[in-house]
């Protein structure tokens, strides 16, 4: 089973090592790219949680059910690796990887995932934000 020390060592790497990495508390970083995107990494054995905070839901419920309906299509059509969910009153994107057999490809690919659908759904989800 992967270690923290492991985590940290993929972290290290990704974005070609360009990405700022910080760690918020013991077994969480903050990642933020090159390109902006902050996504949170939690070490939580036996897994590791990736999770980007999108927005939070609109105070409409018309507009919510709207938003919720939209973000299902997304996990059904565009999204390889993790979902979006709630959290609260926010929007969240989340991916959680085994931590048994993981790899740094496994690990950059759930990561690359994210930033990606974060960026190419941001434009159509911004009509929600309030």
């Not at 360009?18 to 939580?44: M, N």
């Not at 999204?79 to 990887?97: K, P, S």
């Not at 990561?111 to 159509?124: E, P, V, Y």
Request: with cysteine; net charge negative; proline share 5%.
């Amino acid at each position: 089973m992967r270690g923290k020390e492991d985590i940290e060592g993929f972290l290290e790497r990704l974005d070609s090592g360009t990405a700022e990495v910080r760690e918020a508390e013991p077994g969480i970083w903050l990642v933020r790219t090159t390109s902006g995107a902050e996504v949170i990494v939690h070490y939580a054995p036996p897994v590791v949680i990736l999770r980007v905070t999108v927005m939070p839901l609109p105070a409409d419920m018309t507009r919510q059910a709207r938003l919720c309906r939209d973000l299902l299509g997304y996990n059904a059509r565009d999204l390889v690796h993790g979902a979006y969910g709630l959290e609260g009153e926010r929007v969240v994107l989340v991916d959680t990887l085994e931590l048994e057999n993981l790899d740094f490809n496994e690990f950059e690919a759930s990561f690359d995932s994210l930033t990606l659908a974060l960026a190419t759904h941001l434009g159509a989800l911004a009509p929600y934000r309030e």
